[in-house]
């Protein structure tokens, strides 16, 4: 067990190493970069995953050098730790391909039917959410009590905010759309 262990730990070292190199070159994500299940940090660099996965390893040495490791316990926290270490590693060899997606994505223009394409799509969820919206607002009028109908005026926030930036982007693609076809 002590084998596995010191390989871990030389293997969470060097991952540090790139891990702090990376985030220094690319700083922080818009994201976390990795789902809640498998880092409780939430991280948007790659540094406090690795040491999240580091304070994992050191728990379970401290724990079996005080003789409370149950086999249980150490296969829950040897998978964890397998299935952060492989996100990571992936997330380090992924990077270059990434940059590369990135730089492609960054040239490419969307053709003038991609984006009569993505106005109807835009104009279709505006629909539903006006409808929506309607429905919540009836709601609120039906409501039987204060705090039913406080419910109900919440939802009616989050759908205008959510209409209200629906119908941007919208615009947005309507004057993308006029400016491409004047330019034509």
């Known amino acids: 067990m002590k084998a596995q262990l010191e390989t871990m730990h030389q293997l969470l070292d060097q991952l ?15 994201a976390p970069l990795f789902a809640i299940q498998l880092f409780q940090c939430k991280g948007k660099l790659l540094t406090p ?24 316990r150490a296969t829950h926290i040897c998978e964890t730790l397998l ?4 996100a990571l590693q ?3 060899a992924t990077l270059p391909l990434r940059k590369q997606e990135q730089a492609t994505r960054g040239r490419r223009r969307q053709s003038i039917g991609e984006l009569y394409q993505e106005l109807a799509k835009h104009q279709d969820w505006e629909r539903r959410l006006e409808d929506k919206l ?3 607002n009836a709601s609120v009028d039906a409501a039987s009590t204060p705090a039913v109908r406080q419910d109900y005026q919440k939802q009616v926030l989050a759908l ?6 629906c119908r941007q982007a919208r615009e ?7 400016y491409r076809e004047r330019k034509t």
């Open 172 to 178: 947005r693609i309507e004057s993308t759309i006029s």
């Open 83 to 86: 299935a952060q270490i492989s």
């Open 49 to 72: 995953c690795v040491n999240e996965a580091q304070g994992l390893l050191n728990v379970m040495r401290r724990d079996d050098e005080q003789g409370l490791l149950t086999e249980a």
């Open 134 to 136: 309607r429905d919540a």
């Open 16 to 30: 540090a190493k790139r891990a702090a190199e990376v985030d220094r070159r690319r700083g922080e994500a818009n």
């Open 160 to 165: 205008e905010q959510r209409l209200a930036r």
């Open 90 to 92: 992936r997330e380090l």
